[in-house]
T-cell receptor, first 116, second 114 residues
Framework: AQTVTQSQPEMSVQEAETVTLSCTYD???????LFWYKQPPSRQMILVIR??????QNATENRFSVNFQKAAKSFSLKISDSQLGDTAMYFC?????????????FGGGTRLMVKP | DTGVSQDPRHKITKRGQNVTFRCDPI?????LYWYRQTLGQGPEFLTY????????KSRLLSDRFSAERPKGSFSTLEIQRTEQGDSAMYLC????????????FGSGTQLSVL
């Protein structure tokens, strides 16, 4: 079974600054996907970024980028130029490539507060 | 693309009552998922459908929980004889087969059992 751990329950950052959220996972699989989801107060889970484990290149989406360290089983999210609208819960999630059901295993989340 | 829709947004019920939640996925998505999220935790997988077939249901929390997707479109999640421990947010998500494993979530149904 896979486990996902987010060791930072809460973080804060000043507007326009950069913040990094940590995530580690445990799996015996070699092919998998990793995701970061954002959950604002509206409660809807929004996909931020996705990484395939077989790709060495770190994924980027505008101000969001990841640092994927497969050997260390680490998958951190960097948010650059933080904006007030980035305030939300952030969840790291794992999906086994061979999982026919696309089942996501989530971490416990990190609450991010962006301060003006 | 109108997104994943869930109804109701909030449900308050008394212990022992039955409740049913509805999810309308994105129209072209053939996969539909139910997750449960308790306060301060990440979502927990419950079950999923591909079209009308329920392909995984071993993660449903007890036999009081059941889900249907009769015509491969909308889905319902029913909880019978609710207990206070069932209080949580129930999230629905959908995806397309071969859709780069991207799940699109609804805003959830918040259940409170008194």
């Amino acid at each position: 079974a896979q486990t996902v751990t987010q060791s930072q329950p809460e973080m804060s950052v000043q507007e326009a600054e950069t913040v990094t959220l940590s995530c580690t996972y445990d799996t015996s699989e070699s092919n998998y996907y990793l995701f970061w989801y954002k959950q604002p107060p509206s409660r809807q889970m929004i996909l931020v970024i996705r990484q395939e484990a077989y790709k060495q290149q770190n994924a980027t989406e505008n101000r969001f980028s990841v640092n994927f360290q497969k050997a260390a089983k680490s998958f951190s999210l960097k948010i650059s130029d933080s904006q007030l609208g980035d305030t939300a819960m952030y969840f790291c999630a794992f999906m086994n490539y061979n999982n026919a059901g696309n089942m996501l295993t989530f971490g416990g989340g990190t609450r991010l507060m962006v301060k003006p | 693309d109108t997104g994943v829709s869930q109804d109701p947004r909030h449900k308050i019920t008394k212990r022992g009552q039955n409740v049913t939640f509805r999810c309308d996925p994105i129209s072209e998505h053939n996969r539909l998922y139910w997750y449960r999220q308790t306060l301060g935790q990440g979502p927990e997988f419950l079950t999923y459908f591909q079209n009308e077939a329920q392909l995984e249901k071993s993660r449903l929390l007890s036999d009081r929980f059941s889900a249907e997707r009769p015509k491969g479109s909308f889905s319902t999640l029913e909880i019978q004889r609710t207990e206070q421990g069932d209080s949580a947010m129930y999230l629905c998500a959908s995806s397309s087969f071969g859709g780069n494993e991207k799940l699109f979530f609804g805003s959830g149904t918040q259940l409170s059992v008194l």
